[in-house]
Structures are given as structure tokens and as C-alpha cells.
């Protein structure tokens, strides 16, 4: 009896034992799961119970460099309905539907669903969405979000983009800066039933809608309106499809403007086509034609092969290359290499390149950036399409000599060339200068990037010099701005058919890029216009456009002129050559620009105000002796303007301050 009563005993101590054991489990259970992971149970709980309505943020504004608006975000009000709580559906569409401008039909349709959150409308005007909210309609609410609003409709909107209907960034800088200018997001918290059905909320906490990041931009508004009303009246008056331009600073990489056309407006971008809405400054290729003879020319004298005054024998206009009959648009028997640039020889350009050969130039090509992307911080970049040298058939040494077999973008272009301008540095261009924060304090500040060192500064220096000549008196007289030295190349290509495999005789692409002012460059200017009609070309067409933007925007900029426009005083135009110096010197590569005189002589120019550093260019390449005495402007020369100067003369130029003569420049006239 007694072992009995022992068994039983242990058993039921063992029951008690188990069932301690149990409740200390279930306590520590309890203990763990509300206190040491309360935070995470509530989370689980937040997501089961609770459904975030997501609010249109307000973005950051975008600024042109002047600080002009671009881009702004107002607040709006956004109407919605807990159809459950409408206690008249068809009185309430029947007084919603004028403000809303909708139909009373549809709307009382949409307050009858058997749902617990509908939107009405989104981003009404504040004012227009709290008069709503004052009529006191039962199961009406009204929460703010922000609109997107564009203040110059279309201008730069092919720069700018655009946003969608939740404030999303669908294209353009929009796009590209979405995490900086998107703004915090902000929500609309409801909650909602086991089944996950949202329950209605009577009241919801206002919220403070954060504000993105502000970004300042390098466009200037008004260079920008300029070069689109330009560009858009030369579209009209040629027929052009399309056209686009873009204006860069040389020596930073900033763009200044860049214009498509046709174009959209961003307020309303639903109702433009996906073409109109595309920036062609950088999605849409085209084959350069002669504008890519001055880095032809850059490479030639950097390698040492050319100088300005080599000869190239031009066959009277037609010359077998590669299988292939190379054409002039004028038959041409010797030119020198400054006269296969200014007279945009092609034959003279195949020579000039069989002495490159392929794989140089293609070096040369691709370090002047085509083929590959700027970098620009835009979306949608391509890189053309430059093949690798040892795809290149024979003939394709020739092709890509005068800008056939390849294609560019018009920034490509404008960066290509912005390297002549700036001594030769490839620079990175760019569009958005500050990222700045709410408080307008900078945050991220973008420096000059370069990207490489192309050529000498001497060789950009010559080859710019060669260009101002195909402006005073060669292909690109109609880009002559009055009072400013010009510098730039035309271009007229045919645009290939990849269905047929044939250039299209009637389908042009005419172009011209120039540099302004030529002693201190400012501005790179790239104009491109697509299919004109009638007899098309760059300087034709193209160069004028260049004219009228450079002309505005140097008068903007309050950028001083330079001496007299050569081609305005009547001059002859050409390089001196030794059969034009008495005596037989002849003059450095890189001789500047001169008027011819009597035999065996040359004009004096007039120097007088002009810095000594451009008057000193004017003369750069003469063999005489110049004598500087002072410096800043000039108020004295001898001989004096208009006078004849021969071989070996001394020439003095005395400056506005009274320093100590300077030393003799003997022999070529250089600095």
C-alpha cells in the first residue's frame, strides 16, 4: 500500500513539475513576444491593420543659372470618397459635378462602388479643393499633394521633361534627379478589416508635405528662348523636319542652352507625340559631313605630317580611292591644307588621311569623344556609332575623312569642337550646377571635369585660325557676327537608308559649328537641321541660325568686340605666304589672319583699343620685329593704321599704362 501511495505521489509531482514547466514557458513566451519583440509585433500588426494611401510629394524646384524658375511644385487638393458614408449619392454627384467638371452620371457611378477609398480628383487648385470641402458633404474628404507646374510651357521642356500623374519622373532632368528633387514621401494611413477591406477614417491628421531637393541649373533662360525661337523660325523657313541646337561654354563644359524642334509642352505632355517629347541633342544620330575635317586637320599637325601650307593635289575634282571614286563639289587642282578646310575639299581630305592612316585617325576620332557618351547628365545619351578601325574598308579611311560612315550626336559635335576652343582639353559637359537643400544652402556643387587632353594648345590654336578663315571668307560667311572674329565648319551630309542601303539624295542633313569670339572663346554653338528643302547646305542654312545666336547672346553676355569684322571693312582675306612677304621669309604655321597690301607687302590693321594680347595675335606669324611698351589697351602704333609694312620692319604698340618697354620680339611675330 504505502509503495502505492509513493508511486502516486511522484506522479502527481511529476504532473505539477510538467505543468510549471509549461506555464514558465508560456510566460516567457508572453514575455518575449510583448516585451523584447513588442516592436516587431506591432509592425506585423501596423501591416495588417493599417493601409498607406500614398500623397504626391512636392518637388524641388528646378532654376535656371540666373536663378529664373523652370520647374516649381504647388500644393494641391485631392478630393476622395468613403462611398459607405455618402448618405445622397446622386445629390452629391449632382453638386460635386460642376467643380469637378465632370459628369454627374459617371461620378454618382463612382460613389455607389462597393469599395472604402475612391479618389475623385487629384491636384485641384487649394483654393477650388477647399471650397469643396466647405460644402460639408458627408463621406467627401480632401487631403493636399503637390502639382508639378512648368511657368514656360515649352521652353527647354525637351531639357526639363516631365512628371507623371504621382509626381514620378519620367523623363529629362525630371528623371535623372528623381532622388533628389522627389520630396519625402507622404501617406494617407487607413485601417482596414480581417478580410483586408479599408475601413473609413472621419478624420485625417494633416501632414506637411516635405519638399525635394532644389536644383540649379547651367541653361540660361534667355539664351535658351533665343536659340528656340531661332531654330523653330529656321525649321519653318527650310522645311526641315526637325532641328536642334545646343550652345556650350568651351572652357567649363556648361551647357547653356540646348533646343529641340519640334517640341511639347510639359504641362500637358499627354497630348504631344513620344517624338515631339524626345531630347535630339542627344538620342538622335546623324553623319557629320564636313565638319569633321577640322579634327582631320588637328590630327595631321599634331602627328607632324601637314602644316597649313602643305599641298594636296585634288585631281581636278575626281580621284579613285579603295575601289571608290572620290568627288569635289568643285574640281580643284592644288590646294594647300588651309584651302582643303576652307574649301571643303574631300579629295584634299582622303590625301590628308592616307598619311594618318586608319588607325591614327580613328585614335584621334575617338579621343575627341565620338562613339561614346558625353556624360552629360541627361537620360537617353547613345554614343553614335563609330566602328573599330580594323572593321574600316579601304574606302572608309576616305569616308570618314569628310564625315560619312559614322555618326554623331549635336552634343558630340559641340563637345568635339569646345576642345579647339579651350587649348585642347575634352571636357565633360553638364547641366545641373547645384544641388541645393530647402534651406537653399548647397549641398552638392559640380566642378569642370576633364575628361582627357586631346592636342596641343598650338595645334588648337592653328586649326581654330584655319576656321576663322572658312567664316570671313570661305563656306561659312552667313555665320559672320558683326564685330565679333568667328571661327566654325558647315556640313552637309546625305542621311543613310538602312532598309535600302543607300544614302538618300533628298533627305540632307546640313549643319555648322562654329566658336565665338575667336581670341577668347565663349561660346560653341552646334546647329543642325534635318531634311530641308530646296537647295541645301550648312553655310546656307545652318550658319545664319549660328549667326543669330551667337549675335543675342554675346550682346547679352555684355561680351566686348573684337576689331572690325574683316569681311564688314571690305578686306581680302587670306594667310601670308612667303610669296606675299618681301625678303622670302615666310611666316609660322599658325600665322594669323592679314589684308594684302602692294606687292611684297601687307596693311597695316588698326590696333588701337584693343588689349595687347589681341593685337599680338593679329599679328602672330609676320616675320617682324614688334615692340611692346606698357600694357592693357593699346593707344599708340606704329606704322599707323592702313600703311604698308614690308619683311623685318619694326612695328611698336604702346600700351594705356606707363610700363617698361618690352623687349623685342624678333623674327616670326609669335608671343
Given amino acids: 500500500m504505502k509503495a502505492i501511495d509513493v508511486r502516486l505521489r511522484k506522479r502527481i509531482y511529476a504532473l505539477l513539475s510538467l505543468f510549471v514547466l509549461v506555464v514558465l514557458a508560456l510566460m516567457a513566451g508572453l514575455y518575449r513576444h510583448q516585451v523584447t519583440q513588442r516592436e516587431r509585433y506591432l509592425t506585423w500588426a501596423d501591416r495588417q491593420q493599417l493601409q498607406p494611401i500614398r500623397l504626391i510629394p512636392l518637388r524641388g524646384k528646378i532654376l535656371d543659372c540666373r536663378g529664373a524658375p523652370m520647374a516649381v511644385s504647388l500644393e494641391g487638393g485631392s478630393l476622395f470618397s468613403h462611398p459607405a458614408s ?26 455607389k462602388q462597393s469599395l472604402s477609398f475612391v479618389w475623385l480628383a487629384r491636384q485641384l487648385p487649394l483654393q477650388k479643393a477647399r471650397a469643396i470641402q466647405k460644402l460639408g458633404l458627408s463621406g467627401i474628404g480632401m487631403e493636399k499633394e503637390g502639382k508639378r507646374y512648368y511657368p514656360n510651357r515649352d521652353l527647354a521642356a525637351n531639357v526639363i521633361g516631365f512628371v507623371g500623374v504621382d509626381s514620378q519622373g519620367l523623363e529629362g532632368l525630371e528623371l535623372y534627379y528623381e532622388g533628389r528633387v522627389r520630396g519625402a514621401q507622404a501617406s494617407l494611413l487607413l485601417q482596414r478589416d480581417a478580410r483586408g477591406r479599408l475601413l473609413w477614417r472621419e478624420m485625417a491628421e494633416a501632414q506637411d508635405l516635405g519638399r525635394g531637393s532644389e536644383i540649379a541649373l547651367t541653361l540660361d533662360l534667355r539664351i535658351q528662348f533665343e536659340a528656340e525661337r531661332t531654330l523653330r523660325q529656321a525649321v519653318e523657313d527650310t522645311g526641315a523636319s526637325s532641328g536642334s541646337v545646343v550652345v556650350l561654354d568651351p572652357r567649363s563644359g556648361e551647357v547653356l542652352a540646348m533646343a529641340c524642334v519640334p517640341t511639347f509642352n510639359p504641362n500637358r505632355f499627354q497630348a504631344y507625340a513620344p517624338g515631339w517629347r524626345r531630347n535630339r541633342c542627344i538620342t538622335d544620330i546623324f553623319e557629320p559631313g564636313s565638319t569633321v575635317k577640322p579634327f582631320l586637320l588637328a590630327a595631321a599637325i599634331e602627328e607632324g605630317l601637314v602644316s597649313e601650307q602643305t599641298e594636296f593635289d585634288c585631281e581636278k575634282g575626281a580621284y ?114 547645384e544641388v541645393r537643400d530647402e534651406t537653399g544652402r548647397p549641398v552638392e556643387v559640380r566642378q569642370p571635369r576633364v575628361v582627357h587632353r586631346v592636342i596641343s594648345k598650338e595645334t588648337a590654336e592653328r586649326v581654330l585660325a584655319v576656321l576663322e578663315v572658312v567664316v570671313a571668307s570661305g563656306t561659312g560667311k552667313n555665320a559672320q557676327v558683326p564685330g565679333f572674329r568667328v571661327a566654325g565648319k558647315t556640313g552637309t551630309a546625305m542621311r543613310f537608308d538602312q532598309e535600302t542601303g543607300r544614302y538618300e539624295d533628298d533627305r540632307p542633313v546640313v549643319s555648322f559649328v562654329g566658336v565665338v569670339p575667336v ?60 610669296n606675299q612677304i618681301e625678303g622670302g621669309g615666310s611666316p609660322s604655321e599658325g600665322a594669323g589672319v592679314v589684308r594684302t597690301g602692294p606687292p611684297g607687302a601687307w596693311l597695316m590693321p588698326d590696333l588701337r583699343s584693343l588689349p595687347i594680347r589681341t593685337a599680338l595675335r593679329a599679328l602672330e606669324g609676320l616675320p617682324v620685329t614688334i615692340q611692346v611698351e606698357g600694357s592693357g589697351m593699346i593707344l599708340v602704333q606704329d606704322p599707323p593704321p592702313g600703311a604698308s609694312v614690308f619683311a623685318h620692319q619694326s612695328i611698336r604698340l604702346a600700351g594705356l599704362s606707363d610700363g617698361r618697354t618690352g623687349a623685342a620680339r624678333e623674327g616670326t611675330g609669335k608671343k
Avoid at 96 to 108: F, Q, T, V
Wanted: proline share 6%; glycine share 8%; charged share 20%.
Fill in 320 to 433: 579613285r580611292f579603295g575601289g571608290h571614286w572620290i568627288h569635289d563639289m568643285k574640281p580643284h587642282e592644288v590646294l594647300t591644307a588651309l584651302e582643303v578646310i576652307t574649301q571643303s575639299s574631300n579629295i584634299g581630305a582622303t590625301k590628308m588621311a592616307e598619311r594618318l592612316e586608319a588607325q591614327t585617325w580613328w585614335e584621334y576620332l575617338h579621343a575627341f569623344g565620338f562613339g561614346q557618351e558625353t556624360g552629360i547628365d541627361l537620360p537617353g545619351e547613345v554614343s553614335g556609332n563609330l566602328r573599330p578601325w580594323r572593321r574600316w574598308a579601304r574606302v572608309a579611311l576616305a569616308t570618314h575623312a569628310f564625315g560619312h560612315g559614322f555618326s554623331v550626336t549635336t552634343l558630340q559635335m559641340a563637345t568635339a569642337f569646345a576642345v579647339l576652343a579651350n587649348g585642347g582639353f575634352l571636357l565633360e559637359p553638364f547641366l545641373v550646377r
Fill in 519 to 578: 581670341d577668347r572663346p565663349e561660346l560653341v554653338i552646334a546647329v543642325v537641321l534635318n531634311e530641308p528643302e530646296g537647295q541645301a547646305t550648312g553655310g546656307k542654312m545652318a550658319a545664319p541660325v549660328f549667326r543669330e545666336i551667337a549675335a543675342s547672346s554675346l550682346h547679352y553676355r555684355r561680351v566686348p568686340g573684337d576689331v572690325p569684322a574683316i569681311a564688314e571693312a571690305g578686306y581680302v582675306v587670306q594667310y601670308c605666304s612667303a
Fill in 86 to 111: 455618402v448618405e445622397d449619392p446622386v445629390l452629391t454627384a449632382r453638386l460635386l459635378a460642376p467643380h469637378l467638371e465632370m459628369d454627374a452620371r459617371s461620378l454618382r457611378e463612382r460613389l
